[in-house]
């Protein structure tokens, strides 16, 4: 489309020069399983609270239709650990409930905004190496039991 998408508010305007090529749709997933952490409240629409029961409890995602990783573009986890300024957060994720025992972990220091568990399509590519589609994600959103945690819905990206 040859869209300049720069942005002049901020100091990577000058190392990138993004423009967009292709449409993208997005799919807005709530969890469909939370396990091993205590519900405590709803803490404002779609995002509730948490207290974990067990180390690594886990949020699992199932899309309404199956996401070709060839399509695939962007994913962000909406949660934030309250209690991660105790010690490095150990969040990870799992496709597709493969790779669950050798799970990647989100790199907390890159992270822009508390909400935010943010996956590219390039880092898929080191998450999944050989899944040729995404019907399902695993996300542990704490380290230990007694963390609490917020956990929302979840946002996938694909290219159409």
């Known amino acids: 489309m040859g869209i ?6 901020d100091s990577l305007a000058f190392a990138n020069d993004l423009h967009k090529t292709r449409d993208v749709a997005r799919t ?10 205590r519900h405590v409240e ?3 629409d779609g995002m509730h609270l948490f207290v974990s029961t067990v180390d690594h409890p886990t949020v699992r995602y199932a899309l309404p239709a199956r996401v070709e990783a060839s399509s695939f573009a962007c994913l962000n986890v909406r949660s934030t650990n309250l209690s991660s300024f105790l010690e490095h957060s150990q969040k990870w994720l799992a496709i597709n409930e493969e790779r669950r025992d050798d799970p990647w972990h989100f790199d907390e220091t890159q992270k ?12 898929l590519r080191a998450i999944a190496t050989d899944v040729d589609a995404i019907a399902s994600f695993t996300f542990s959103p704490a380290a230990r039991a007694g963390e609490h945690f917020v956990i929302g819905c979840a946002e996938v ?3 159409t």
């Open 112 to 123: 822009s905004r508390p909400c935010m568990n943010v996956v590219t399509r390039n880092q």
């Open 4 to 9: 300049n998408l720069r942005s002049e508010n």
């Open 28 to 37: 807005i997933v709530g969890p469909d399983a939370i396990d091993g952490a």
């Open 157 to 159: 990206f694909q290219l």
């Open 42 to 44: 709803e803490v404002s």
